[in-house]
């Protein structure tokens, strides 16, 4: 607990201080658009994290996948990500109507680089819109309409580092509890063996 108490970081200047300036070639490769390898890079992704804020300060980070080029390339300062059917709490999508602020983290399975982009959203909902984006014949229930900002490919290093495609590093299912179980012992509002019914129901016939 000693560390809870230990001075902090408290500014940008003491931040930079600390860290020392940045190195020109990190700075320079910040673009404000989609720029070709951008684009090649998002219509590979399948998995992306959202990160939101909202006005009071609270942040959110969700994850967001489907089939590689999941996400809509409209021209290079417009992104559109579908939006499937889910548990409705829409935390991400709440801090979105009092804060437009969004990051975007994209990953390529067998990559170690990741694609940052940082911009604002808005949340759309026009049927018509959103035909364009079926699966199975079922629309999104709402698309996210990011208009970017900055664009920057990030170094591999933390993927290295956590050997995340690394296959020897792969945990085996069967040794964490299922998510039924995690629940119902969290909530102590069901039944572990139900729980996992539902879920995997919900897996099997309700991803879109």
């Not at 590979?44 to 080029?69: E, N, Q, Y």
């Not at 119902?184 to 879109?208: F, K, M, P, V």
Request: proline share 7%; with cysteine.
């Amino acid at each position: 607990m000693d560390s809870i108490e230990t001075p902090a970081i408290a500014d940008k200047d003491a931040l930079r201080r600390h860290y020392g300036p940045i190195s020109g070639l990190a700075e320079k490769k910040v673009l404000d658009r989609i720029d070709p390898h951008a684009r090649a890079f998002i219509a590979l992704s399948p998995f992306l994290v959202l990160a939101t804020a909202g006005a009071d300060g609270s942040a959110d980070a969700s994850p967001r996948g489907d089939a590689p080029g999941f996400v809509a390339f409209l021209d290079d300062r417009h992104l559109l990500i579908p939006d499937r059917i889910g548990n409705n709490r829409v935390d991400s999508y709440a801090n979105l109507v009092e804060r437009p602020g969004v990051g975007l983290l994209f990953f390529v399975p067998g990559i170690d680089e990741t694609l940052r982009v940082n911009g604002r959203g808005r949340l759309l909902t026009d049927p018509d819109v959103l035909a364009a984006h079926a699966v199975q014949g079922k629309p999104p229930r709402a698309g996210l309409l990011v208009a970017v900002d900055e664009v920057f490919f990030h170094c591999g290093k933390a993927l290295k580092r956590g050997r995340l495609w690394d296959a020897e590093t792969r945990v085996p299912r069967a040794s964490f509890p299922s998510l039924g179980r995690i629940i119902a012992d969290q909530t102590r509002g069901c039944e572990a063996e139900d729980a996992d019914r539902r879920i995997e129901d919900s897996y099997r016939n309700r991803l879109y």
